[in-house]
């Protein structure tokens, strides 16, 4: 996913960040830290929430400038529903992240914000789609995005494994996130999970101080 | 009269007129540009808290014009609904309009409807406007109600960001007003607990932040009511005027008077008839 080169130009309120989603069996993880950054120095939230539901079975996690980013949501949860009452059935991960390509790509001069949708369908499962700043728009088997996940690419390529189970993949997003929070200035705070599958939606909170540790004198 | 919505329908998509508008102007060749006139803006301190029977909001009263305090009792606590109360911070005339414009919304609204607003419609009222307007709204908001939901606090920013948060301060003094709230807020404080620590928190504003003074504003609102407390505490620091400014005629000694005549040419007369019969 672009990474934008400096958060400083952002205006307002920006989430320097660090989001994941990865695909297991059965569903989709889609996780992120907490922290929501002014300037290049002042947290103005420790406990900002990254990962928005769309729809019942589809979430979208946020990075760039926070306005755009819940401006975006709140115009693709709109369309979304409207959508899903049209066709009289639950929405498509797909055309949740269309929504969000579209918006981004018409608006590409305007909005500073990038996302990945992720979700559950009967059509195709479990899916993970990355919106970047431009509008691209891509499926992958799983994938990371903000500023703190250029420190976390080699852990993900080397421990990810397709199909993995649930626990397995509750640890690799805590570990990744983890990893990131302690390398990234401009992440931080608690990790949030959503665990989406076909029964449900489950949200897990990890707070600060019960994540895994690695050499931290 | 009109009776169809206030609340204008949203045209589909975003709409960036304004910032391109802006662009264009700044932009212009070198004759045509045009500078932004630079907005006054109010130093602040304004802080909110949640307690456990509602939301304590407080603020300063200082407004300033450069290094002139302009208005020594300003009322920063701004009335949005009969259970919804907002402070803002930042440009002042932005925050005053901003929140008379939503509240005369809300009124509309619950006038048709039937239903008192909640406090997370103001939120989202106020976002897509603020957001529409790209920042150049200069409205640091803080807004906090009761509602059939229960008690909440919101902050909504100049982009349109918002978050829904426990406690907060913002304003030139927020840096230490933060300080105080981070330090001794507590879940489900009781109203004095919570009071004592919104009034401290701006009370660290005033003394840290040149552009925060004077006296501090509380409101409280619960389910029951609001308690609008102004002045909540008064500044120690009031100035009593020592003498009188008033001087009465004949202080000033007449050293010479001229008159001269203003010479006045009629040049035109017009008679108009007025019809003034009273009716029989």
Request: charged share 20%; aromatic share 6%.
């Given at each position: 996913?672009?990474?934008?080169?400096?958060?400083?130009?952002?205006?307002?309120?920006?989430?320097?960040?660090?989001?994941?989603?990865?695909?297991?069996n059965?569903?989709?993880?889609?996780?992120?830290?907490?922290?929501?950054?002014?300037?290049?120095?002042?947290?103005?939230?420790?406990t900002i929430?990254?990962?928005?539901?769309?729809?019942?079975?589809?979430?979208?996690?946020?990075?760039?400038?926070?306005?755009?980013a819940?401006?975006?949501?709140?115009m693709?949860?709109?369309?979304?529903?409207?959508?899903?009452i049209?066709?009289?059935?639950p929405?498509?991960?797909?055309?949740?992240?269309?929504?969000?390509?579209?918006?981004?790509?018409?608006n590409?001069?305007?909005?500073?914000?990038?996302?990945?949708?992720?979700g559950?369908d009967?059509?195709?499962?479990?899916?993970?789609?990355?919106?970047?700043?431009?509008?691209?728009?891509?499926?992958?088997?799983?994938?990371?995005?903000?500023?703190?996940?250029?420190?976390?690419?080699?852990?993900?390529?080397?421990?990810?494994?397709?199909?993995?189970?649930?626990?397995?993949?509750?640890?690799?997003?805590?570990?990744?996130?983890?990893?990131?929070?302690?390398?990234?200035?401009?992440?931080?705070?608690?990790?949030?999970?959503?665990?989406?599958?076909e029964?449900g939606?489950?949200?897990?909170v990890?707070?600060?101080?019960k994540?895994?540790?690695?050499?931290d004198? | 009269?009109?009776?169809?919505?206030?609340?204008?329908?949203?045209?589909?998509?975003?709409?960036?007129?304004?910032?391109?508008?802006?662009?264009?102007?700044?932009?212009?060749?070198?004759?045509?540009?045009?500078?932004?006139?630079?907005?006054?803006?109010?130093?602040?301190?304004?802080?909110?808290?949640?307690?456990?029977?509602?939301?304590?909001?407080?603020?300063?009263?200082?407004?300033?014009?450069?290094?002139?305090?302009?208005?020594?009792m300003?009322?920063k606590?701004?009335?949005?609904?009969?259970?919804?109360?907002?402070?803002?911070?930042?440009?002042?005339?932005?925050?005053?309009?901003t929140?008379?414009?939503?509240?005369?919304?809300?009124?509309?609204?619950?006038?048709?409807?039937?239903?008192?607003?909640?406090?997370?419609m103001?939120?989202?009222?106020?976002?897509?406007?603020?957001?529409?307007?790209?920042?150049?709204?200069?409205?640091?908001?803080?807004?906090?109600?009761?509602?059939?939901?229960?008690?909440?606090?919101?902050?909504?920013?100049p982009?349109?960001?918002?978050?829904?948060?426990?406690?907060?301060?913002?304003?030139?003094?927020?840096?230490?007003?933060?300080?105080?709230?981070?330090?001794?807020?507590?879940?489900?404080?009781?109203?004095?607990?919570?009071?004592?620590?919104?009034?401290?928190?701006?009370?660290?504003?005033?003394?840290?932040?040149?552009?925060?003074?004077?006296?501090?504003?509380?409101?409280?609102?619960?389910?029951?009511?609001?308690?609008?407390?102004?002045?909540?505490?008064?500044?120690?620091?009031?100035?009593?005027?020592?003498?009188?400014?008033?001087?009465?005629?004949?202080?000033?000694?007449?050293?010479?008077?001229t008159?001269t005549?203003?010479?006045?040419e009629?040049?035109?007369?017009?008679?108009?008839?007025?019809?003034?019969?009273?009716?029989?």
């Amino acid at each position: 996913m672009e990474k934008q080169h400096s958060y400083s130009q952002v205006k307002g309120v920006s989430t320097g960040t660090t989001i994941l989603a990865v695909k297991f069996n059965g569903g989709v993880i889609i996780g992120s830290d907490s922290r929501a950054s002014m300037g290049e120095s002042y947290v103005s939230s420790k406990t900002i929430n990254k990962l928005i539901q769309v729809h019942d079975r589809i979430f979208c996690c946020i990075a760039g400038s926070l306005a755009d980013a819940q401006a975006v949501t709140k115009m693709a949860k709109f369309q979304l529903s409207f959508h899903s009452i049209q066709m009289e059935s639950p929405p498509l991960v797909k055309a949740a992240a269309s929504i969000m390509r579209e918006l981004c790509y018409s608006n590409k001069e305007e909005l500073q914000a990038g996302f990945i949708t992720a979700g559950w369908d009967r059509k195709k499962g479990p899916q993970i789609y990355v919106v970047s700043l431009g509008g691209m728009l891509l499926s992958q088997p799983f994938t990371i995005g903000g500023s703190g996940s250029t420190y976390i690419y080699g852990y993900v390529d080397a421990k990810f494994k397709p199909d993995m189970s649930l626990e397995e993949a509750k640890q690799f997003s805590i570990n990744a996130l983890a990893l990131a929070m302690g390398r990234d200035n401009v992440s931080g705070g608690v990790v949030h999970l959503v665990v989406i599958t076909e029964p449900g939606v489950k949200h897990i909170v990890v707070p600060g101080d019960k994540l895994p540790k690695f050499h931290d004198e | 009269m009109a009776l169809s919505c206030v609340l204008e329908p949203a045209l589909s998509g975003f709409n960036f007129e304004n910032s391109t508008r802006n662009i264009v102007l700044e932009n212009g060749s070198e004759e045509g540009k045009i500078k932004a006139p630079k907005p006054m803006k109010t130093g602040t301190t304004i802080a909110g808290v949640v307690y456990k029977d509602g939301v304590v909001l407080g603020a300063d009263t200082r407004a300033t014009s450069d290094e002139v305090v302009a208005d020594k009792m300003c009322a920063k606590i701004h009335y949005i609904a009969p259970n919804i109360y907002c402070c803002g911070a930042g440009t002042a005339a932005d925050t005053e309009k901003t929140t008379e414009i939503l509240s005369s919304n809300l009124t509309i609204f619950s006038m048709n409807s039937g239903r008192n607003p909640r406090v997370v419609m103001a939120v989202n009222i106020l976002q897509d406007m603020l957001f529409r307007y790209r920042g150049m709204i200069g409205a640091h908001l803080i807004l906090g109600g009761v509602d059939c939901t229960g008690s909440h606090l919101y902050t909504v920013g100049p982009y349109g960001s918002m978050d829904k948060v426990p406690y907060l301060a913002m304003g030139s003094g927020n840096l230490p007003a933060m300080g105080i709230l981070e330090d001794r807020f507590k879940a489900n404080m009781d109203l004095e607990e919570a009071k004592s620590l919104v009034s401290d928190a701006i009370h660290a504003g005033i003394m840290s932040d040149l552009g925060s003074g004077n006296n501090i504003d509380l409101c409280v609102i619960t389910k029951e009511g609001v308690d609008y407390i102004r002045p909540h505490k008064e500044s120690p620091f009031n100035y009593k005027r020592q003498a009188k400014y008033k001087y009465k005629p004949g202080t000033t000694p007449v050293l010479t008077k001229t008159v001269t005549q203003v010479e006045l040419e009629l040049l035109d007369e017009t008679v108009q008839m007025m019809e003034t019969a009273g009716s029989s």
